[in-house]
């Protein structure tokens, strides 16, 4: 059921929002992959024309190019827009990203992009205050321990995120880096500066807090989907 509404939003996403011409960021994670595969077949099927990709992970490119989305990168063209999962979605369209391990590169397209972050999600992903779950953290491997030791002064556990496949060793990022997973007992009442403040950490090189980068948010339940968008800046 979670995959169908995972679809849908999708789906409806790319319809509403993708036109020819159009350079376009590709998420990662489950909910992406439906993006891509949405894009891809309206490419193939001519109902969009002249659209490139720009990939935030290499499983994306490696999707995208079986779908036949043709990839460009940052160097050579900037997003008109970038569509991506999240993994939660606070009420003012502030959202925790970064839980698939491609943080860093989808912040870079989602900031990069002319028209913003268009997010895409089922039902399950919007909360009334950010922190249900664990805000990822990008950090740099050198002294990563001292970098968790001032991501916890801020007031949450942070635990170094682990290589699924080998669980002794730690995960890396496609860019070579770690990933710090901190949970915050009191949730995040205040994105805007919790986010600051990470980010003056030396060895935090980016958190999963998106704040101000969200232009729409299309979120499918089962009785239909729901588009918020966010007020003109």
């Excluded at 003012?92 to 491609?102: E, N, W, Y």
């Excluded at 916890?152 to 770690?178: I, N, S």
């Excluded at 998106?210 to 089962?222: I, Q, Y």
Aim: glycine share 12%; net charge negative.
């Amino acid at each position: 059921m979670v995959e169908g509404l995972k679809r849908d939003a999708a789906f409806a996403a790319v319809d509403r929002y993708v036109e020819s011409g159009m350079t376009v960021g590709l998420g990662t994670g489950t909910t992406a992959a439906f993006v891509v595969a949405r894009v891809g077949a309206l490419i193939s099927g001519g109902a969009l024309r002249d659209v490139r990709g720009i990939p935030t992970s290499e499983r994306t490119a490696a999707l995208a190019r079986e779908v036949g989305i043709p990839l460009a990168m940052l160097s050579e063209a900037r997003p008109t827009l970038t569509l991506d999962g999240a993994d939660e979605i606070g009420p003012d369209l502030a959202v925790i990203k970064g839980r698939g391990g491609a943080l860093l590169r989808e912040k870079i397209v989602a900031a990069s992009s002319e028209k913003g972050l268009i997010i895409v999600a089922d039902g399950s992903k919007p909360v009334a205050l950010l922190g249900q779950g664990p805000l990822p953290v990008e950090v740099e491997p050198y002294g990563w321990s001292s970098t968790l030791d001032a991501l916890g002064a801020l007031g949450c556990e942070p635990e170094l995120r682990l290589d699924r496949a080998d669980p002794q060793l730690p995960f890396v990022t496609d860019g070579g880096h770690y990933t710090a997973d901190c949970f915050f007992p009191g949730k995040i009442p205040d994105p805007t500066a919790l986010e600051i403040e990470i980010k003056r950490i030396p060895g935090a090189l980016e958190c999963g807090l998106f704040v101000d980068l969200v232009r729409a948010a299309v979120v499918a339940r089962e009785d239909g989907v729901e588009v918020t968008e966010a007020p003109p800046r």
